[in-house]
């Protein structure tokens, strides 16, 4: 819950997000991977490995894209960047599973310790 204090959040939705994903962060990144992808309904054409887990952030910002109907930013519960890939994660309260979105190819940073 504190990286929703950090980000000044303070609805339920986003509280929920950091008490469940806060902790698993602490996960090797194998393990916090397999989770992840087993929670997902149609994981059969998602990666079997992430590699390390290089850097996270909690609600980042962008700014509007050409691929989103959004006013003026878009605003993901949580990225995720893996050695193999990024992920962007949103989560909705009322929703059945995690929505989980490969985004794009890694960034170059140096893992998590």
């Known amino acids: ?6 980000k000044h959040k303070s609805g339920a939705e986003d509280e929920r997000t950091a008490l469940i994903f806060g ?14 992808r087993s929670s997902c309904f149609d994981n059969e054409s998602m990666p ?6 290089l850097h996270y952030e909690f609600w ?3 700014n509007k894209t050409e ?3 959004n006013e003026s930013y878009v605003e993901p519960d ?5 050695e193999y890939f990024n992920l ?3 989560i909705k309260r009322k929703d059945v599973q995690l929505s989980l979105i490969h985004i794009s190819e890694p960034t170059r940073r140096t ?3």
């Open 1 to 6: 819950m504190i990286h929703a204090r950090i």
């Open 23 to 36: 902790p698993l962060l602490y996960l090797p990144a194998n393990t916090l991977w397999q989770i992840l």
């Open 48 to 53: 079997q490995k992430g590699g390390e887990l």
């Open 60 to 62: 980042p910002n962008y």
């Open 67 to 69: 691929h989103t109907s």
């Open 78 to 82: 949580l990225l995720l960047e893996f």
């Open 88 to 90: 962007l994660v949103e």
């Open 111 to 113: 893992p998590i310790s």
